[in-house]
């Protein structure tokens, strides 16, 4: 099973270059499910067909599927929202308001990511494609799973506990709502499906993210940017496509300065994600809609490239031995020592690039480790990791 979720600033031909690749796997054999996560559903006006929220089937060994953000809300956040609105409505807050104060925002596509673990479990399809949202939230999106758990593993067991012992006290003494069992179930639930969502997003043999990006300066300022973030999450790219290249064939010289830009951009192109492959895709003389033109979008794309192998082995963050000690290097490009805060805390390690966090849970190995220094090693940060020496008293003894 191959996950490939596509990204990218608003417009650039996310989801065109993702339904042709869908239509590429497809025709190459392989069962293909397509699905888009972003509000502004425009699947099926790329493909000029109706889809559902469930898989449809537009063509031979292909499916789409629009999911409907509202309905997951509903499968996955009910149970903990009806609670959340009774205390709310508790503490005298009117039952409208509680209801909005009780959805946060970004939930509702956090639960279509939950589709993704559903598709992969269900071993139905060979291909999953993910037509996501334009990046910024996309990555909010991506760090979600993690931030959530993280909040869900620290404060879930220990109220329960706490309950545990005074539901019996607290219900004599006030009316105050107390979550049971099913509100529990339903978080623990969450947890486990947000786990699985993750670890399928970090497999490298089953997960890829390819960004999208047109050869224009912002366009490109902006997958940079995802490109480190999505580094800093442990997410792999395996490509960036290049879409929208005025062809050779224009000659017309009110494109030729065009041309000299688009050159230049896409020189920065590589200078920024070599080795990661460059993939192209002209500017076509019309849209690119329906799927005989998907098809020949995806020829452009690929060439001879098999769209659904692993196209490069990308290692966002790994752990090596060097010396007594061990490096733990992240893949942080464009990103300099004075933009970001590192700190240890137990078992833990925090990292902040501009405005993303990460909270990195250490390896086995390293947790008996202390933090020596933090540096960077050209697109690498490599936090080295050393033995803490031993008090005086223990040396002079052993
Ligand atoms: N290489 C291209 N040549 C011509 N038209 C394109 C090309 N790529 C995308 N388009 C058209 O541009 C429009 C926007 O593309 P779309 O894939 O919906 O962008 P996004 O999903 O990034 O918002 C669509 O009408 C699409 O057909
Ligand atoms: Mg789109």
């Known amino acids: 099973m191959r996950v490939v979720l596509f990204t990218g600033k608003g417009g650039v031909g996310k989801t065109t270059v993702a339904a042709a690749t869908a239509v590429r796997a497809a025709a190459a054999g392989g069962r293909t499910l397509v699905m888009s996560t972003d509000p502004a559903h425009s699947l099926a006006d790329s493909f000029e067909v109706e889809i559902g929220s469930h898989p449809t089937e537009i063509a031979e060994n292909l499916w789409a599927q629009q999911i409907d953000a509202q309905d997951r809300l509903e499968d996955n956040w009910r149970e903990i929202q009806d609670y ?21 925002p970004g939930l509702d596509e956090i639960f279509a990511l939950i589709d993704v673990r559903t598709h992969v479990e269900s071993g139905r399809y060979d291909m999953l494609i993910v037509d996501c949202a334009p990046t910024a939230e996309t990555l909010r999106l991506l760090s979600l799973p993690e931030i959530m758990s993280w909040y869900i593993e620290r404060i879930f067991p220990v109220e329960r506990r706490v309950v545990k012992t005074i539901r019996p006290i607290v219900s004599k003494m006030t009316t105050l709502p107390i979550a049971g069992d ?108 329906g799927v005989t033109l998907l098809e020949e979008m995806g020829t452009e794309v690929y060439g001879d490239l098999d769209a659904t192998d692993v196209l490069y082995q990308d290692e966002p963050i790994r752990v090596r031995k060097r010396g007594t000690g061990y490096v733990l290097s992240i893949r942080l490009p464009f990103v300099s020592r004075d933009d970001m805060d590192i700190h240890r805390k137990g078992d833990e390690l925090f990292i902040r690039v501009g405005s993303y966090k990460r909270n990195l849970i250490l390896p086995q190995t390293l947790k008996r480790m202390a933090v020596r220094e933090a540096t ?16 005086a008293a223990e040396r002079g003894r052993s």
């Open 376 to 391: 960077f090693a050209g697109d690498r940060l490599e936090i080295l990791f050393a033995r803490e020496p031993k008090p």
């Open 84 to 104: 959340m609105t009774q205390v709310m409505n508790w503490a005298g807050v009117e039952t409208i308001q509680a209801e909005e104060l009780t959805v946060i």
């Open 182 to 289: 099913a509100v529990f179930g339903a978080v623990e639930r969450l947890h486990r499906n947000l786990e699985a969502v993750k670890k399928i997003l970090t497999d490298e043999r089953t997960s890829s993210v390819r960004l999208v990006v047109n050869p224009e300066k912002m366009v490109i300022s902006e997958a940079r940017r995802t490109y480190t973030y999505l580094g800093l999450f442990g997410y792999r790219v395996d490509a960036v496509v290049v879409n929208r290249v005025l062809p050779d064939e224009i000659t017309d010289p009110y494109f030729g300065k065009w041309k000299d830009i688009q050159a230049e951009h896409l020189a920065t192109v590589r200078e920024s994600f070599e080795p990661v492959p460059i993939l192209t895709a002209r500017l076509f003389d019309r849209e690119m809609v």
